[in-house]
């Protein structure tokens, strides 16, 4: 009886987490209007609160809003912000194969000496 409790908690465990977004998520779903109200002079403290309203224990800090929306608009500039945007991006490892420097000479570390007369 045991394991089928345990079994049904943890099925009910995963489904809550399914249910709700995390706040990055949230913020890329509410972009738009966040920007519209930071566009008219809200503050991001005000922006914040507003945002956090019914969130209870996970409430963003400021610092955490700033972050994620500097992540969320770096993605819609096509930047660094999610790691989507960063694997469309960036080059794989193999197109980072570099020319290997050419091997100095030791022509490269003396100076010629005058010709004799």
Same mark, same amino acid.
């Given at each position: 009886? %045991?394991? =089928?409790?345990?079994?049904?908690?943890? /099925?009910?465990? &995963?489904?809550? +987490? /399914?249910?709700?977004?995390? *706040?990055? @998520? /949230?913020?890329?779903?509410?972009?738009? !209007?966040?920007?519209?109200?930071? +566009?008219?002079g809200? $503050?991001l403290?005000?922006?914040?609160?507003?945002?956090?309203?019914?969130?209870?224990? &996970?409430?963003?800090?400021?610092s &955490?809003f #700033? $972050?994620?929306? #500097?992540?969320?608009?770096?993605? *819609?500039r096509g +930047? #660094?912000?999610?790691?989507?945007?960063?694997?469309? +991006?960036?080059? &794989?490892? =193999? %197109? !980072?194969? @570099?020319?290997?420097p050419?091997?100095?000479?030791?022509?490269?570390?003396?100076l010629?000496?005058?010709?004799k #007369?």
């Amino acid at each position: 009886m %045991e394991e =089928s409790d345990l079994i049904s908690r943890l /099925r009910a465990l &995963s489904s809550a +987490g /399914r249910a709700r977004p995390n *706040q990055t @998520a /949230r913020l890329r779903e509410h972009i738009k !209007h966040i920007e519209e109200a930071l +566009g008219v002079g809200a $503050s991001l403290q005000q922006v914040l609160d507003e945002f956090n309203v019914g969130q209870g224990d &996970s409430a963003m800090t400021l610092s &955490s809003f #700033k $972050s994620a929306l #500097k992540r969320v608009r770096e993605a *819609q500039r096509g +930047g #660094k912000g999610t790691r989507e945007a960063r694997s469309k +991006g960036s080059p &794989s490892a =193999s %197109e !980072h194969v @570099a020319e290997a420097p050419a091997k100095p000479s030791m022509a490269d570390f003396f100076l010629p000496r005058p010709a004799k #007369k």
